[in-house]
C-alpha cells in the first residue's frame, strides 16, 4: 500500500519559515520523481517545486529564491524548506510521487497571515 505522509504545516506570519516532510511508503522512493504542489481556495492546483531521481530540481518562479526541495533517499523521505513565506503562499501543500503511475499524498495546511 502507497502512503504519502505530508507534515510540517502551520501557521506562520508573514516573513517566516516552514519546513514540510513527506514520508513515503511502498514505493521504490529513489527512482521516483518527487514534487510538492499547492492549492489555494478557488486556486487549481499548482505546482510549486519537484527534484528527480537524479536530484535535478525545478521551481515555481513565484517560489525561486526562496523555497528549496529537497530529498533523503535513506529516510524515504523529501522536503520543502520554505523561507520568507508570502500571505500568497497560502494554501493546502501536496506531496507527490511520480514514476509511471502519479501518488498523491492527503496534504497539509499553510497560512501565511499579513
Known amino acids: 500500500q502507497v502512503q504519502l505522509v505530508e507534515s510540517g504545516g502551520g501557521l506562520v506570519q508573514a516573513g517566516g519559515s516552514l519546513r514540510l516532510s513527506c514520508s513515503a511508503s511502498g514505493i521504490m522512493f529513489t527512482i521516483n520523481d518527487m514534487g510538492w504542489y499547492r492549492q489555494a481556495p478557488g486556486k487549481q492546483r499548482e505546482l510549486v517545486a519537484v527534484i528527480t531521481s537524479g536530484y535535478r530540481t525545478n521551481y515555481a518562479d513565484s517560489v525561486k529564491g526562496r523555497f528549496t526541495i529537497s530529498r533523503d533517499n535513506s529516510k524515504n523521505t523529501v522536503y520543502l524548506q520554505m523561507n520568507s513565506l508570502k500571505p500568497e503562499d497560502t494554501g493546502v501543500y501536496y506531496c507527490?510521487?511520480?514514476?509511471?503511475?502519479?501518488?498523491w499524498g492527503q496534504g497539509t495546511q499553510v497560512t501565511v497571515s499579513s
Open positions: 507527490n510521487a511520480r514514476y509511471r503511475v502519479v501518488y
